[in-house]
């Protein structure tokens, strides 16, 4: 039996009402104990636990989590978590609530002018806050540094040096060299040696990591969970028109995301990359479902820095398209019809890049 929630004081404060419906959520598929939320999560019960305190805002991650072992679907949740996140960076100065807002309309990952490096540690955890990282999940994307050192580092225990400084960015999906420059140079305002420790950092990174752009992971993981949930109906092979539908949205929004990560860039592609980005782009226009080969191509430049998260992208991506191509050619028992062909929706609207080479 399910230990009962504590109850949460009767308030107007948005904090609290958002863990009040998260209980509510809880409720309505019977108050499952946070075991086995956590079985299904993969988050443990003390995070679940905090995540309807009402004590502080969770992390997407835990938020998306929790929502999902209790059958609810997290994109209906995303809107509210974003107005609080906005409201919490209120609180801690103008110049982080504009940076967020900056980073979410754009998706241009540079910072604000500090004054300090005080203000650029909090700055630092704002970007944090935007991809809904912990300590401990930076540490698991960017292995650098235990989750102690970068939560030092952060709280000012610790000095802020160059390469602390960059496997953060690169844990918080700030891939473009133009805005890691654009950090390091604001680092270089307050520490002239660490600044040179940055462009000495910058100069050794490879050509094929060069090309890639900012990246919301937060929005990655959210379309990643759609696209995976597509692996059932793969074994089943009985789907609907919905389902089918849906999963050419997730599909598209996840193709869109990591072209955008190469278009922000601004760095040219060698021809062969840049015709296999023309020809995604041209084939999701035509509402067709792009060579696959193109696109295995493209993701390890859209998405350098994290293998497995890119191992995932690229498999999700590798079974959506063959359960669309296979339903674009009727070959799928859609509801008990065989033979059908399903119109799909058109696709995102995505800017063609004119790339030539470097």
């Not at 009767?10 to 509510?24: I, S």
């Not at 019960?45 to 905090?50: D, H």
């Not at 992390?59 to 994109?75: I, K, M, S």
């Amino acid at each position: 039996m399910a230990r009962p929630m504590k109850q949460l004081p009767r308030t107007n404060d948005p904090l609290v009402a958002f863990a009040r419906d998260l209980q509510a959520l809880r409720k309505e598929v019977g108050n499952p104990p946070l075991a086995v939320m956590a079985e299904h999560s993969g988050l443990s019960t003390a995070t679940l636990s905090n995540a309807h305190a009402g004590k502080k805002l969770p992390t997407w991650a835990t938020v998306n989590g929790y929502v999902l072992a209790c059958g609810g679907d997290p994109e209906s949740w995303s809107a509210r978590w974003e107005s609080l996140r906005l409201a919490a960076a209120g609180s801690s100065g103008d110049m982080c609530r504009e940076a967020l807002s900056r980073w979410q309309r754009t998706g241009n990952l540079t910072p604000p002018h500090a004054v300090d490096e005080g203000e650029l540690r909090e700055l630092l955890k704002t970007l944090l806050d935007f991809n809904g990282l912990s300590h401990r999940t930076l540490a698991k994307q960017a292995p650098g540094y235990s989750h102690v050192t970068y939560g030092a580092v952060l709280r000012g225990a610790r000095p802020l040096k160059a390469k602390i400084l960059y496997q953060i960015l690169i844990g918080c999906g700030v891939y473009s060299l133009r805005s890691q420059e654009a950090w390091f140079q604001l680092l270089s305002s307050f520490s002239r040696s660490e600044g040179v420790e940055g462009g000495k950092l910058l100069a050794r990174v490879g050509r094929p990591l060069r090309y890639a752009g900012d990246l919301d992971l937060k929005m990655l993981k959210t379309i990643l969970e759609r696209l995976e949930r597509c692996r059932g109906l793969l074994a089943v092979e009985i789907v609907s028109h919905d389902s089918i539908n849906a999963l050419r949205t997730a599909y598209e929004d996840m193709l869109a995301l990591l072209l955008s990560s190469l278009q922000r860039s601004h760095v040219q592609l060698p021809p062969k990359l840049g015709y296999a980005l023309n020809r995604v782009v041209g084939e999701l226009r035509n509402s067709s479902v792009p060579n696959p080969a193109a696109i295995d191509a493209l993701v390890p430049l859209a998405m350098p820095f994290h293998p497995r998260l890119r191992t995932r992208a690229v498999m999700a991506l590798k079974n959506a398209g063959e359960l669309l191509r296979r339903a674009e050619a009727g070959e799928l028992n859609i509801r008990g019809v065989v033979g059908l062909r399903l119109p799909l929706p058109p696709p995102l609207q995505v800017q063609q890049a004119t790339p030539t080479a470097s």
